[in-house]
């Protein structure tokens, strides 16, 4: 297929349009000099992303994206920058000594990735097939009946698997007054 | 690949355009309205006239008038905002405003609603929490202590009380089987008796958490004028202002006829069939009685303490809507 062929569709306008934004807003997430503009960029690229998940008929992922990712994970960034510190204007201590690794890091992760996608295409039965209607919202029964018969375990293991992670963050961050201690800052 | 198909039509494009005018049309529509009833009722629960001389009778002008007067209104951004989140908040706030009126069914046809989707019910709680970004925004941007503080307030009450507006649907959506918002009431036409019969728990959980998501009294401590002055909307005027206000009472109707469609039967009434014109009087009239409550709820009751509201989101109401969403689907499984 070549680039005009590809233009040619439709949906590729409607992925372009989604997809350029996305990748502004992603690098304004970690070049911004202001820790909450950085969260609002995520929000961005969370909701473009969410449009790219409607592109693919997936409309309930989409949703869910937007009703936890951007109703409840970035209200509690945002909720967490502001309750602590969150000054207006330019800050100067955001950026971080290893960015260059960082960056040297992400794009290893994105070649691996493309190399994996070319690599696996028209191995894996279906790759190279025709994709969904767009704007036919995959029939959320079947979504639903997948979840609960075929992939509830895998779901219940990944459950389990944040569980801990989350009493293990609380372990980690919560530093245990010695009595002492304790009686001091009740003092205060 | 499929190309996307619908979109290269001008019936398309055409189709979209009048469904955005519609919803665009709708948000100021129904703020006037509201607004004036709130106004009147109000002023009559607490033995005044209210609003009066404009428009000639009953002050029916009164919120024309007042809408000519914001938007006459110099901008004021304060000096040290941070001017583009500032700018673009209430818009935020609107977009979650606007896009809660698409899945609202008033007929059964399929030009009843602007779209049904499978996910209906689902797309509305999503789409509803897009406005809790703007109030943040909004608090933050200001540059002001009472705006942030009531940004603060306004996310943890919504985070708490989204929990259990979810909730509060899912019995619903297990009884009637689907996500669909036309599904659900088809549900009740069909078996002929509201969802507010088996799911009164749901409804008053629903009711609850949607006054708690509206910051409306008993819980406008984002907004509390005695502590914060106006709260995250203090430093707002003009225009910027007349979108919160309107974004209000336009999530007053929404949510009122969110829970008409799950919990009233939407646009069912027994003896009326549905597919007449009385349909959408009948949502209307249902709605009414809805937002007359939060109306009167609000000129009653005193507002609550900020441990209160949380206690009240977390160890009653999220418990509660938990235990109804298992007895639900253990009903729905042995009856």
Redesign the interface.
Known sequence: MTFSDWLAEPVNWAFLALALPMTVAAVRVVTSRNVVHAALFLVLTLAASAGLFILLSAEFVAWVLVLVYIGAVIVLFLFGIMITRAPIGRETDLSHAGRWPAALASLAVLALTLWLITAVSGQVEGFDGPLPAVGVATDSAILGEGFIMRYLIPFEAVGFILLAALIGGITLARKDLTPAEEEEAERV | ????????GLVFWAELGIKMAVAAAAVPAIGMVIGYAEMKLSAHMQSRVGPYFAGGRYGWAQLIADGVKFIQKEDIIPA???RP?FKWAPALVMLGTMALLVVIPLHPSRYGMVRD???GI??A???S??S??GV??A???S?NKYS?IG??RA??Q??AY?LPL?LATVGVVIQAGT?SMQGIVQAQVAQSWPFMLTQFVGLAIFMTAALAELTRLPFDMPIAESELVMGYVTEYSGFRFLFFFLAEFANMFSMSAIAVTLFLGGYGFWGIPTDTLLSPLIVFAKVGILVFIMIWLRWTLPRFREDQLQTLAWKWLIPISIVNIIVTAVLKVVV
């Open positions: 690949m499929t190309g996307l198909v619908p979109m290269t040290e905002a941070d989140v989707l499978d996910v689902f797309y709680l999503a789409v929490s897009v809790t970004i943040l925004m608090g933050w941007s540059a942030m940004g603060l996310a943890g919504l985070i989204e979810v996500m």
